[in-house]
């Protein structure tokens, strides 16, 4: 039996892919952002929100399924987008979408993904695309132009992230960006083997150190390069003007990610997009942003019924997302719970992944006296 298998919930893989990776990238995945109190308010508040069982209901022929933007889809999440994904097993990103494909699920390609949207398409996968906006605005709508041409329909915003956030880890551990080869980088990767051979050997035979596959070909530089050229650099100036203007070019669906607070939801609903994701980007931004769960009823009396609210950010249990479903979330996405799959064993990892999730999942259905997960809604929560 492959090692992954014999994992029985996420903290498990977590385990294991602490064990694969090098420690600079796994804790570039992991861990949160200065003083990392984010993350840990992440996992307070998923421990301290209770649901109130139903007894004595006919639980037979329950099913995890949602529908989400008209598509009957049968697990109620969606893989976020992730940076690293490449890094953590050879063509990571492609994995990812195929464990998305075998699950029914759609999976997001990141703006910063070492692999192109045109390759990740060939897997067959449903796929949306995460944007950040590049200063250069024409850039960012070429890129546009150029994610449509792969049959994309749904774009996700990423709003939350004006500049870099500080995480000290990442400068100690080598792996900021640009990536600093050290000494102590290659004790780290030497204790790694199995990391080293089939990953980092096989990217370095592929033609050295990957960049980032969908910046413009003049600015394209490896992850051990100087800092992005200033036309591709993150923007501080985005503004609500810029959403106007992504309505007016993108024909599809648009969702904004990395919403808080009730106002701004409300706003998005204005400015014409589909949905958002309320999300505090996993505990890896601002230190102080409050967790999602906590937000989630106030954005729902803002905007409920006027536009689909997706949710992320700490889902380690399928009762985690029941807490979010329950909390009015559509659909939950998943960022680090994949990825350690992905590292533990690859696309099979990933997919068991999410089938410990599916399972967790169902089960908390039944044991709250509910058959599908649009019943979850009208199960009373509180905070202890």
């Given at each position: 039996?492959?090692?992954?298998?014999?994992?029985?919930?996420?903290?498990?893989?977590?385990?294991?892919?602490?064990?694969?990776?090098?420690?600079?990238?796994?804790?570039?995945?992991?861990?949160?952002?200065?003083?990392?109190?984010?993350?840990?308010?992440?996992?307070?508040?998923?421990?301290?929100?209770?649901?109130?069982?139903?007894?004595?209901?006919?639980?037979?022929?329950?099913?995890?399924?949602?529908?989400?933007?008209?598509?009957?889809?049968?697990?109620?999440?969606?893989?976020?987008?992730?940076?690293?994904?490449?890094?953590?097993?050879?063509?990571?990103?492609?994995?990812?979408?195929?464990?998305?494909?075998?699950?029914?699920?759609?999976?997001?390609?990141?703006?910063?993904?070492?692999?192109?949207?045109?390759?990740?398409?060939?897997?067959?996968?449903?796929?949306?695309?995460?944007?950040?906006?590049?200063?250069?605005?024409?850039?960012?709508?070429?890129?546009?132009?150029?994610?449509?041409?792969?049959?994309?329909?749904?774009?996700i915003l990423t709003v939350d992230t004006a500049v870099?956030?500080?995480?000290?880890?990442?400068?100690?551990?080598?792996?900021?960006?640009?990536?600093?080869?050290?000494?102590?980088?290659?004790?780290?990767?030497?204790?790694?083997?199995?990391?080293a051979a089939g990953v980092l050997l096989r990217l370095?035979?592929?033609?050295?150190?990957?960049?980032?596959?969908?910046?413009?070909?003049?600015?394209?530089?490896?992850?051990?390069?100087?800092?992005?050229?200033?036309?591709?650099?993150?923007?501080?100036?985005?503004?609500?003007?810029?959403?106007?203007?992504?309505?007016?070019?993108?024909?599809?669906?648009?969702?904004?990610?990395?919403?808080?607070?009730?106002?701004?939801?409300?706003?998005?609903?204005?400015?014409?997009?589909?949905?958002?994701?309320?999300?505090?980007?996993?505990?890896?931004?601002?230190?102080?942003?409050?967790?999602?769960?906590?937000?989630?009823?106030?954005?729902?009396?803002?905007?409920?019924?006027?536009?689909?609210?997706?949710?992320?950010?700490?889902?380690?249990?399928?009762?985690?997302?029941?807490?979010?479903?329950?909390?009015?979330?559509?659909?939950?996405?998943?960022?680090?719970?994949?990825?350690?799959?992905?590292?533990?064993?690859?696309?099979?990892?990933?997919?068991?992944?999410?089938?410990?999730?599916?399972?967790?999942?169902?089960?908390?259905?039944?044991?709250?006296?509910?058959?599908?997960?649009?019943?979850?809604?009208?199960?009373s929560a509180r905070y202890r």
């Open positions: 039996m492959p090692a992954h298998q014999a994992c029985l919930n996420i903290d498990e893989l977590r385990q294991r892919a602490r064990r694969f990776l090098p420690r600079g990238l796994f804790e570039y995945i992991d861990r949160g952002t200065e003083d990392e109190s984010a993350l840990r308010r992440l996992r307070d508040s998923f421990e301290q929100a209770e649901l109130t069982p139903r007894v004595l209901v006919d639980c037979n022929g329950r099913h995890t399924g949602v529908t989400l933007f008209g598509r009957d889809r049968p697990l109620p999440f969606v893989i976020a987008p992730t940076a690293a994904a490449g890094l953590v097993r050879y063509d990571g990103e492609v994995l990812l979408a195929r464990a998305a494909r075998a699950a029914g699920i759609p999976f997001c390609v990141s703006t910063q993904s070492i692999t192109s949207i045109e390759a990740i398409a060939e897997s067959g996968a449903e796929l949306w695309f995460q944007l950040y906006v590049w200063r250069d605005r024409s850039l960012t709508h070429a890129l546009l132009d150029r994610v449509a041409a792969c049959g994309v329909d749904t774009l870099s956030p500080k995480r000290e880890y990442n400068r100690h551990n080598g792996f900021n960006v640009p990536v600093t080869p050290s000494l102590r980088g290659a004790l780290d990767v030497a204790r790694r083997p199995a990391w370095l035979a592929d033609g050295g150190w990957p960049g980032y596959a969908h910046y413009p070909p003049q600015f394209r530089t490896r992850i051990t390069d100087a800092a992005a050229h200033d036309p591709i650099r993150l923007c501080d100036r985005v503004s609500w003007d810029d959403v106007a203007e992504l309505r007016r070019r993108w024909a599809g669906r648009i969702i904004l990610k990395g919403l808080l607070a009730p106002e701004d939801a409300l706003r998005a609903s204005e400015a014409g997009v589909e949905a958002i994701v309320v999300s505090n980007h996993g505990g890896r931004n601002l230190d102080s942003a409050p967790s999602p769960l906590t937000v989630l009823p106030r954005i729902m009396d803002a905007v409920g019924g006027r536009m689909t609210v997706l949710a992320d950010s700490g889902v380690r249990r399928g009762s985690d997302a029941a807490k979010l479903l329950a909390a009015g979330a559509a659909a939950v996405l998943l960022g680090r719970a994949p990825l350690f799959g992905l590292a533990a064993g690859g696309q099979a990892g990933a997919e068991h992944a999410l089938a410990i999730l599916q399972d967790e999942l169902d089960r908390s259905l039944a044991l709250l006296g509910c058959r599908t997960v649009a019943e979850l809604r009208g199960l």
